[in-house]
């Protein structure tokens, strides 16, 4: 069966860092690119980040460049948001997703297949 599965979040304080991991079960993480996505209670789900299956591409959302970095780790079929000086309005449930593709990462969300459940994160002294 085919799943993502999200784990690294919690509660941290304004400043600090998490690092989120997404882990692929039931299908070869090499030839997909990965996106994290996010969705605060009353907005719309945003992209955050992705990378392409080689890791020879990402993407950041502007309101997270320069804070967070988007890794994978194929052999251990599992992508990596690392989230660094976290802001209180970062506070949303994260999600991850893949989509089949060779070449680049979209960060639209209605291109990829394959959702995890999400991991909330919260910000907040």
């Known amino acids: 069966q085919l799943h993502l599965v999200e784990s690294g979040g919690g509660l941290v304080q304004p400043g600090k860092s998490l690092r989120l991991s997404c882990a692929a079960y039931g299908f070869i993480l090499d030839y997909h690119a990965i996106g994290w996505f996010r969705q605060a209670p009353g907005r719309e789900r945003e992209g955050v980040s992705c990378?392409?299956?080689?890791?020879?591409?990402?993407n950041y959302a502007d309101f997270v460049k320069g804070r967070f970095i988007i890794s994978r780790d194929n052999a251990k079929m599992t992508a990596y948001l690392q989230m660094n000086s976290l802001k209180p309005e970062d506070t949303a449930v994260y999600y991850c997703?893949?989509?089949?593709?060779?070449?680049?990462?979209?960060?639209?969300?209605?291109?990829?297949?394959?959702w995890g459940q999400g991991t909330q994160v919260t910000v907040s002294s």
């Open positions: 990378i392409s299956s080689r890791s020879d591409d990402t």
């Open positions: 997703a893949a989509v089949h593709r060779l070449y680049g990462c979209p960060m639209a969300g209605n291109e990829y297949d394959y």
